[in-house]
């Protein structure tokens, strides 16, 4: 070999190594040593001399991580030792079982055994040759698998080169690919965003990614690896226990789970699994389960295997937190706020160690996204104490003729609680219930709004009393407060004749009140108390409020379509209209005509718009003045503002009224316009 090119073939060499050791740092220790750049421009050189010496290029080369050109199919690798699998344990009975037919097999105990995680992934081989990666392969049917080298490259936490000096001259590492869960995560939120496929959990990902033709797309997947054990070996010296075996693994740079420890007897086996099982849901990757292994290798051969899984080792396996099952119904839950929720109700499963027969598919986008239909058959999900979800829907066995797509405003126009209608609002997810005041589903909620301080301010009337009201069936909507009397008061829980007395008169007091307290206390969605001001003072009358369509509603400053919206609706609802006229009856008066805000005054219909800070006057008493004069202070710009107030650092609402052209006031500015009226 020419000068030149051996000393491109080291520096190869050097660069190869250098990058195999940061890889190891960053993804099997997750402990980088060096910024993403430098790493770059490592690679990047190597990229380069590579392609400029095709003939110095090697198959264990990290750059090689890539993935290459697609296979046309995967050719079949028979297994030097084939690859079996294990027996289960369900129960703690099967576990003491298992630990018994060990002691008696080695004829002592109690033992020693080397416990880890169950990963929830693909089991492969991996082959080595004097350190170098020569050849990855599936489990198949345990003694022929398929050759997937090519993905298993792209797999950035499987060695290419072993992390030593003296490599044995054979070494067949076992273990499983999967996918972490948060890469789990990125990838289905990347495919929910294309409108593709999703897959239903980390095992499905992780087994669609490394059973691709074209490795390019494996080394997008981002895939993990954990070692657990070892095939054939040759040409070194084995310790003399499976945790060595693993700390040797280890060393090789292979990651190997931190999460495996050594224990004794079956009481070592059962603390585990539920140690175990408490960090289950913090873990980086998904288990369904523990092994657990004899610790020493030759106990381990002592004890050999029966039909295809060994007695020295077993799953114990955590209850399954996916099943299948039908969905038999789809139905809707109202909630207090009025929101529609669909739910599944399933042909009842045991999932998760519980009996699911309820699943909740949270809206019509969800249902759209899944395609869930009646009759379809499901996977659902319930990990840890989080609500049971449908996961995904098996599409194979759907039922012919295919059912109808599900769409909750189709289905369910108008409240299954209150018969009033239902909306879903533009840009929105949910779909609502517009029987605010009259929906027993909503009603609790409605009445404590309604008696609440800044609204009809019913001194006493709290969540206890609520709930005994509505339950007892004596308030189905705010206009029965106005019918309770002394007796029934006084007959309620922890209610005594004096306090029943002060209740009725905080009730009888509150029927004196103003168009905006009332307004608020209706708990119409989006109106909180600053725009019930507003449309007290612009309409100054109930009946024009409730006859104004949206057009004339976003004429009220701050009122922009969304929040005409839900007013139109709210008043639309002859539910509510009808509470309305029954409190009216009731008594409830406010003064009529003008609105909260004295009818005249300097700024009279005026609004501004208050930006940055103003030199001597605060915020809340600039816009104490501008109320006190009759104006109004909106928190955004709009044609219907008036003048904008800008004090230092004014922000985007500055930028705002230049573009519109709205006339823009300093504080001295503002001082002037209060006592005038004008500038
Ligand atoms: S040991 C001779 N250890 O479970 C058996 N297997 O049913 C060697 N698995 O196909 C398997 N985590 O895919 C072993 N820590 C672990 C494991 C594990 C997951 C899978 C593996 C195997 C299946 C056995």
Sequence with gaps: MPAAEARIQARLERLRAEIDYHNYRYYVLDDPVIPDAEFDRLMRELLELEAAHPELATPDSPSRRVGAAPLKAFAQVAHQ???LSLNNALEEADVVAFDRRVREGLGRGPIEYAVEPKFDGLAITLHYEDG??????TRGDGYTGEDVSANLRTVQAIPLRLGTEAPPRWLEVRGEVIMLKRDFERLNAEAREKGEKEFANPRNAAAGSLRQLDSRITARRRLAFYAYGIGRVEGAGLPETHDRVLAWLEGLRFPVARERRVVQGVEGLLAYFAELGAKRAGLPYEIDGAVYKVNRLADQRA??????APRFAIAHKYPAQEELTTVEAIEVQVGRTGTLTPVARLKPVFVGGVTVSNATLHNQDEIDRKDVRVGD??????AGDVIPEVVAVVRERRPRPEPERFDILARYPVCPECGSRVVREEGEAVVRCTGGLYCPAQRKQAILHFASRRAMDIDGLGERLVDQLVDRGLVHNPADLYRLDLATLAGLERMAEKSAGNLLAAIEKSKHTTLARFV???GIRNVGEQTAKDLARHFGRLEALMAADEGRLTEVPDVGPVVAASIADFFREPHNRE???KLVAAGLAWPEGAGTAPAAGALAGKTLVLTGTLPSLGREEAKARIEAAGGKVAGSVSK?????????????KYTKAQELGIAILDEPGLLKLLEQGDV
Excluded at 132 to 137: I, S
């Design 520 to 522: 608020f206390a209706l």
């Design 377 to 382: 058959a499901v996977i659902v999900r319930r």
């Design 579 to 581: 509470v309305i006229a």
């Design 81 to 83: 030792v084939p690859m």
């Design 303 to 308: 004890l050999g295997f029966v039909a295809r």
């Design 640 to 652: 219907k503002t008036d003048y904008v107030v800008a004090g230092a650092e004014p922000g985007s």
């Design 132 to 137: 170098r990666f020569v050849q990855g392969a």
